[in-house]
């Protein structure tokens, strides 16, 4: 049996950044409080609950004072850091740098787009934590749009400027451009190239190491939009590919003592786990 792990795959920078911060303060602290899961894969957030890392929901966020708060890669919108400003909360910021420069983006793109009463529109899944700190640059009013079937909601007469989610794929981008522009004209949509190259450039590596095995496994939280892109440019590349979220729900009839496995995840997998995947089938196949 031949295993291998993608060197492509696993954290990227902002995760790992985020995560190193976290484990610098509870080194000297008991606990720290987390605005959210601080990546979204449930081995790793366990893994940092148990070091002092508590995670709260934007709700409970809203009632607290006098504490310390991580803020994690994917950036907060505005009311974040005035209720902190307003409450004695020390704020951690692991925004990711990308983040960081497309929220200064969109907020400047807002500004000059609704002086000449135009709409701004973000590519991005509605409801995730980075697209809800994006929204929030333009006191709530930009456009989400997931899908074609959200450009029913975008005005024909108006002036348009475009945005990506970091993380989103750069030829559903393009498409979206396209599609954008027949239906409101060239003249009429200013757009920006925003997505993470980190995060981009896996897809073809990732295609081409999925070709390379009998068996895929892919290692992804179940909470990761990105983990379900990535494992879809898998499955596309080798139908023999499989998800799973961590080394217990790996199915071993999958495989057999010729098998060559490759082992990759997402930019929310940590390394780690993707060892212990590796670990499993090499303890039960004695190799």
Known sequence: MIIEIDNNSGFCFGVIKAIKKAEDILKLEDELYCLGDIVHNSYEVERLANLGLKTVSREEYFKMKNC????????????????????????????????????????????????????LLIFGKKGHAEVNGLVGQTDGNA???????????????????LYSQTTKSLDAYHDLITNIQNKIGENNLTYFDTICRQVANRIPKLKEFSKNYDVIVFVGGEKSSNAKVLYNICKESN?????????????????????????????????????????????????
């Open 68 to 119: 310390t708060v991580l803020l994690r890669a994917h950036g907060e919108p505005p009311e974040t850091y005035q209720y902190a400003k307003e409450n004695n909360i020390k704020l951690i910021d692991a925004t990711c740098p990308v983040v960081l420069r497309l929220q200064k983006n969109v907020k400047h793109g807002y500004e000059d787009i609704k002086a000449q009463e135009g709409q």
């Open 143 to 161: 456009i989400v749009i997931e899908g074609p079937e959200d450009l029913d909601n975008i005005a024909l007469d108006k002036k348009s400027i």
């Open 239 to 287: 139908p023999n590919s499989h998800f799973i979220s961590h080394p217990n729900q790996l199915d071993l009839a999958l495989f057999h003592k010729d098998s060559r496995v490759g082992i990759c995840g997402a930019t929310s997998t940590p390394r780690h786990l993707m060892d212990l995947v590796a670990k499993k089938l090499k303890d039960h196949f004695q190799i």
